[in-house]
T-cell receptor
Framework: EDQVTQSPEALRLQEGESSSLNCSYT??????LFWYRQDPGKGPEFLFT???AGEEKEKERLKATLTKKESFLHITAPKPEDSATYLC????????????FGSGTRLSIRP | DGGITQSPKYLFRKEGQNVTLSCEQN?????MYWYRQDPGQGLRLIYY???????QKGDIAEGYSVSREKKESFPLTVTSAQKNPTAFYLC???????????????FGSGTQLSVL
């Protein structure tokens, strides 16, 4: 069964303290892996799409990486405005009509 | 500005009542979707539509209905058959006609539905 698990559920960091969020997935042939950012009471906002193992993408303080079983969202020297829930989602080749979302990691950055 | 507009922001449903959530987009996207988000859970797909006058059930379609009479609009009705409707509802769109290809989704700002 296709599945996405994100860890940790919540992460509290001090401003400037770098860390990583994990997205583990089980899927029958990966078509694409997506990262989104969601602020409270808002819809998710697209960050990255990764297609194959070894691929990396960067945007400001965020870098997403992909292996055959998991993806990491690395956050370097975070600022309070990076506080949000980060969602991971995967799309399988065998079932292109379905995108499976993880339950997210709530990231809180203290000034 | 182009985007997806969901209304209302908050909605309350009485027992036995049907309610309709609005979703409008001016991005000229072919595909539109409805997701449900419960606290601590991932987004779950309710319905999606690839083209006008056509739509498919997602994972949790029971108790919901949709229509796609116009490209810009994809309203969701939560019927009285949905016994646990309290959730945050998100509408999304993507450019391609082939729904749920590896394209990014554009989301609206959501509707919080609660039961009175």
């Amino acid at each position: 069964e296709d599945q996405v698990t994100q860890s940790p559920e919540a992460l509290r960091l001090q401003e400037g303290e770098s860390s990583s969020l994990n997205c583990s997935y089980t899927v029958s042939g990966l078509r694409g892996l997506f990262w989104y950012r969601q602020d409270p009471g808002k819809g998710p906002e697209f960050l990255f799409t990764l297609y194959s193992a070894g691929e990396e993408k960067e945007k400001e303080r965020l870098k997403a990486t992909l292996t055959k079983k998991e993806s990491f969202l690395h956050i370097t020297a975070p600022k309070p405005e990076d506080s949000a829930t980060y969602l991971c989602a995967v799309q399988a080749r065998s079932s292109a009509s379905k995108i499976i979302f993880g339950s997210g990691t709530r990231l809180s950055i203290r000034p | 500005d182009g985007g997806i507009t969901q209304s209302p922001k908050y909605l309350f449903r009485k027992e036995g009542q049907n309610v309709t959530l609005s979703c409008e987009q001016n991005l000229n996207h072919d595909a539109m979707y409805w997701y449900r988000q419960d606290p601590g859970q991932g987004l779950r797909l309710i319905y999606y539509s690839q083209i006008v006058n056509d739509f498919q059930k997602g994972d949790i379609a029971e108790g919901y209905s949709v229509s796609r009479e116009k490209k810009e609009s994809f309203p969701l009705t939560v019927t009285s058959a949905q016994k646990n409707p309290t959730a945050f509802y998100l509408c999304a769109s993507s450019p391609g006609r082939e729904a749920l290809t590896n394209e990014k989704l554009f989301f609206g700002s959501g509707t919080q539905l609660s039961v009175l």
